[in-house]
């Protein structure tokens, strides 16, 4: 499975932007997989943003997104989505998409090393 993310860019402060993820190539359907956001802030690892369940639609976020992103799929577009609201300087990284061959359908998943594939980062920059 190949990830292609999408969507990053410069907003202002308390703007909001969509990021997609798709999924091409041969593995298991897409709704198979459970599915996360990382980002990476400048010199700094990759940390957890937001998680979505194989099945179930189960979400988890990170305290300082709750509330202002939301992480959502399209199964028949095979195509994962980060809506970010009320963007804050803080937000400025790359974000990357992963994707985790579903193994419990309630299961949402914060760890780098759970997930089995990953799509390269898309820049997003906020403003102050």
């Known amino acids: 499975v190949q990830l292609q993310a999408s969507g990053g860019g410069l907003v202002q402060a308390g703007g909001s932007l969509r990021l997609s993820c798709s999924a091409s190539?041969?593995?298991?359907?897409?709704?198979?997989?459970?599915l996360g956001w990382f980002r990476q802030y400048p010199g700094k690892g990759r940390e957890f943003v937001a998680a979505?369940?194989?099945?179930?639609?189960?979400?988890l976020y990170e305290d300082s997104v709750k509330g202002r992103f939301t992480i959502s799929r399209d199964n028949a577009k095979h195509t994962m989505y980060l809506q970010m609201n009320r963007l804050e300087p803080a937000d400025t990284a790359v974000y990357y998409c992963?994707?985790?061959?579903?193994?419990?359908?309630?299961?949402?998943?914060?760890?780098?090393?759970?997930?089995?594939?990953w799509g390269q980062g898309t820049q997003v920059t906020v403003s102050s």
């Open positions: 992963a994707a985790k061959i579903g193994e419990n359908y309630s299961a949402t998943y914060t760890e780098l090393i759970e997930y089995d594939y």
């Open positions: 190539g041969r593995g298991r359907a897409f709704d198979a997989y459970a």
């Open positions: 979505m369940s194989w099945i179930g639609r189960n979400t």
